[in-house]
C-alpha cells in the first residue's frame, strides 16, 4: 500500500523525490516536531543525569561541588560496607513482605468482587481509596495510628486486654509494621489489575469446566489461574519495582529507624548523598539498585518464556 | 443465554441443583459479610485521619479515647493554618500540578502522536530510550538533577518542581497506544482536504482523544500533587513547600505541643481535594492507574 503521506508505511530514509515538493518536506519534519520537545526533556532531565550519575559513582565527592576520580573505589567499599549489606537485608525481607502478600489478597478480592454481589462499585471504590492518598499522607495517618503510646491501635489492644505493642519504636516491629502499611496501599492496585484480567475470560470456559464436573477451586486452578498468568507475571514486576523504590511511606514513619532496622537500599541512597554528603557513594550505590532492578526484570522474562515454552 | 442453559445441564447431571443453590446464597452473604469487614478496614485510616483533624489535639491528651469525634470542631484547622502558611502550602501545589500537569500533557500527546502515526528514523531508538528510564528509580538521577537545578539557580522556584517532571514516560506510553488506534483514513482525509500537519493534528485528532486527554489529567496532577522526594530536595523555604512536603516537617514542629490534631487537619486538606476528584471520576482514575500496569 502506498500512502502519499508519512504515515506508517513512509520509509526511513527521505528520499529524493519527497525534496522536490515543499509539503512533503514539512510534512517529513513534523514528527521531529512533535516529539522534540519529549526528546528535549528527555535529555536535558533523564539522560545527562544518569550520564553525570554513572561520572559520580567514580568519583569521590566531599560536598556539592567538583570531584575527584577514585576509580572503582565507590564499588569496591560496598563489599566491606555493614550498613550496605543490612540494607541489602532489609530491602530483601521488605520486597519478600510486601509483593506475593499483596498479589494474593488483590486476586482473592478481585475474584470475589467478579462475582455479582450487592454493593459490589461501592465495595471495590472503597478498597481504592488508599491509593489516592499521597505516599506521605499515608505515612502521617499511620505513623499515628501505631503511635505507641496514644495510637488507636494499641488503644484498641488495650480495649481487648493485650499489651501495647511498639510498633515503629522497636526494631523487631518496624519493618512489619511498615509491610503492613505498604501492603494496605498496594492491595487495590492488584485487585484492579486482576479485575480487568478476570472480565476479560470468557465465561463459556469456566461453564465448560463446570458441566465437566469441576469443583469451584478446580475449576479456578485449571482454568482461571493459567489464564492470569500473564497478568501475575506484569504485576510481580511492577510490585517489585514498586517496593525496591519505596520510599515515601519508610521515609516519614521511621526514616529507616530505630537504629538501621527499616533502611532499605533506597534509604541508603538517600542518606548517603542528603545526610552524608558522599555524593560518589550515593551514586554507586544507585546502580547497584538499577542493576538488582534490570537483573530481576530480565531474570522474570526468561522464567516467563521458558513457562510458555514448557506448556 | 447459553451460559444459563449450560449452568441448568450442569446442575442436572450432579443432581445437586437445590442444595448447591441455598448453600450458594448463604456463602454469598457470608463473603458479602466479609468483604464489607475487610473494606471497613481499609478505609479505617482514612476515617481515622478525619476523626483526630476533628478531635481537639487528635485525641492525644485525653485519657479516654472514641472511634468517632466526641466533641467535634475545627479547632485544629483554625491553629494550623493561622499558624503555618498552609494556604502557600496549597497555593504551591496548586500551581505546580496544574501547570506542570497542562504543559505535561500536551507534551505526552505530541510524542505519543508522532510515536504512533509517523515513521521517522530513530524512531525505534527514541521510543526504546524513553521505555528504559522507567527502571531508573529516581534517586539516581536527583543528585546530577538537583545540581542542574541549582546552577540554573531555580532553586524553591516552583519552576525547579515543574520543569525535571515535564518528561513523563508513562504518559507518553499511554498516549502511543491511543493514538496507535485512530484510524489512518482520518488523518488521510483531513490532508487530503489540504489541512497542516499541525492543523490535522489540532483539530482532527485531538477531538478524538478525549477519554485518553481524560486520563492524563488525572493521572498526571494526582502524581503531581502527591509527589514528595523531587519537591523535598529543591524546595527549602517554608513558604515555598508543596504540602505533602510541608506535611512531613509538621510531626517533629517545635509550633506544638502535641501536633497530630495539626498534622491530621493538613492531612486531611491534602486528600480532600482528590479524593472528591476521584469520586467524581472514578471511571477514568481507575482506568488511568491499571493503564500504568501495562507498561
Known amino acids: 500500500m502506498t500512502t502519499p503521506s508519512g504515515i506508517a508505511t513512509r520509509p526511513t530514509a527521505t528520499t529524493a523525490a519527497d525534496d522536490d515538493e515543499p509539503r512533503r518536506r514539512s510534512r517529513s519534519k513534523a514528527p521531529y516536531l512533535f516529539v522534540g520537545p519529549a526528546a528535549l526533556l528527555f535529555l536535558a532531565f533523564s539522560l545527562v543525569p544518569i550520564v553525570v550519575a554513572i561520572g559520580l559513582a567514580f568519583q569521590e565527592t566531599a560536598t556539592l561541588g567538583d570531584g575527584t576520580w577514585v576509580g572503582t573505589d565507590n564499588f569496591e567499599r560496598l563489599g566491606s560496607d555493614p550498613l550496605f549489606l543490612t540494607s541489602l537485608r532489609n530491602t530483601l525481607i521488605f520486597t519478600v513482605g510486601t509483593v506475593p502478600t499483596a498479589m494474593v489478597i488483590g486476586l482473592a478480592l478481585a475474584v470475589a468482587l467478579n462475582r455479582p454481589l450487592p454493593g459490589r462499585a461501592v465495595l471495590r471504590a472503597l478498597f481504592f481509596v488508599p491509593m489516592v492518598a499521597a505516599g506521605v499522607v499515608v505515612g502521617v495517618i499511620m505513623s499515628w495510628i501505631f503511635n505507641t503510646d496514644y495510637g488507636v491501635a494499641n488503644n484498641l489492644l488495650g480495649v481487648v486486654g493485650l499489651d501495647r505493642v511498639p510498633w515503629l519504636t522497636s526494631p523487631q516491629w518496624a519493618m512489619f509494621t511498615l509491610i503492613l502499611v505498604v501492603v494496605w496501599t498496594r492491595v487495590g492496585f492488584c485487585m484492579v489489575i486482576y479485575l480487568g484480567a478476570l472480565q476479560s475470560i470468557p465465561n463459556e470456559l469456566k461453564e465448560a469446566a463446570a458441566i465437566d464436573g469441576a469443583s469451584r477451586w478446580q475449576r479456578f486452578w485449571s482454568v482461571t489461574w493459567p489464564l492470569l498468568r500473564p497478568t501475575t507475571s506484569i504485576l510481580l514486576i511492577l510490585n517489585v519495582v514498586f517496593s525496591l523504590q519505596a520510599f515515601d511511606v519508610i521515609y516519614v514513619m521511621t526514616g529507616g529507624g530505630p537504629g538501621f532496622s527499616t533502611t532499605v537500599l533506597i534509604q541508603y541512597v538517600f542518606r548517603a548523598a542528603f545526610i552524608d554528603a558522599r555524593m560518589g557513594y550515593a551514586a554507586a550505590l544507585g546502580l547497584v539498585l538499577v542493576a538488582i532492578l534490570l537483573l530481576f526484570t530480565l531474570l522474570r522474562q526468561r522464567a516467563t518464556r521458558k513457562a510458555e515454552e514448557v506448556l | ?295
Open chain 2, 1 to 295: 443465554m447459553n451460559g444459563v442453559r449450560n449452568r441448568n445441564l450442569g446442575g442436572d447431571r450432579t443432581g445437586h441443583e437445590g442444595g448447591a443453590r441455598r448453600g450458594g446464597r448463604n456463602r454469598r452473604w457470608l463473603l458479602f459479610a466479609a468483604l464489607t469487614a475487610l473494606a471497613m478496614l481499609m478505609i479505617f485510616p482514612v476515617y481515622w485521619m478525619a476523626v483526630s483533624a476533628l478531635t481537639p489535639g487528635g485525641q492525644s491528651q485525653s485519657s479516654e479515647f472514641y472511634l468517632w469525634p466526641s466533641d467535634p470542631t475545627l479547632a485544629n484547622f483554625d491553629e494550623v493554618f493561622a499558624t503555618q502558611p498552609v494556604w502557600h502550602w496549597l497555593g504551591n501545589s496548586m500551581f505546580i500540578a496544574t501547570v506542570g500537569t497542562a504543559l505535561s500533557v500536551c507534551v505526552s500527546l505530541g510524542a505519543g502522536y508522532a510515536l504512533a502515526k509517523y515513521s521517522f528514523r530513530g524512531r525505534g531508538v527514541l521510543y526504546a530510550a524513553f521505555l528504559v528510564t522507567i527502571m531508573i528509580p529516581i534517586q539516581v538521577t536527583l543528585v546530577p538533577a538537583f545540581l542542574m537545578v541549582a546552577r540554573a539557580g531555580l532553586v524553591d522556584s516552583p519552576w525547579a518542581v515543574i520543569l525535571p517532571t515535564l518528561f513523563d514516560v508513562v504518559g507518553i506510553f499511554i498516549a502511543r497506544q491511543f493514538m496507535l488506534g485512530v484510524p489512518d483514513a482520518l488523518l488521510e482525509a483531513a490532508r487530503i482536504d489540504g489541512a497542516g500537519e499541525l492543523r490535522t493534528f489540532v483539530r482532527v485528532v485531538l477531538p478524538t482523544c478525549g477519554p485518553l486527554v481524560g486520563v492524563l489529567v488525572i493521572l498526571g496532577f494526582m502524581n503531581r500533587w502527591n509527589d514528595f522526594l523531587w519537591p523535598l530536595v529543591v524546595l527549602q523555604g517554608n513558604e515555598n513547600l508543596t504540602v505533602p512536603v510541608a506535611l512531613s516537617t509538621l510531626t517533629n514542629n517545635p509550633a506544638f505541643s502535641s501536633p497530630w490534631g495539626a498534622v491530621m487537619a493538613v492531612a486531611t486538606v491534602t486528600v480532600l481535594p482528590l479524593l472528591l476528584v476521584f469520586l467524581v471520576f472514578q471511571r477514568q482514575f481507575v482506568q488511568g492507574i491499571a493503564s500504568t500496569g501495562i507498561k
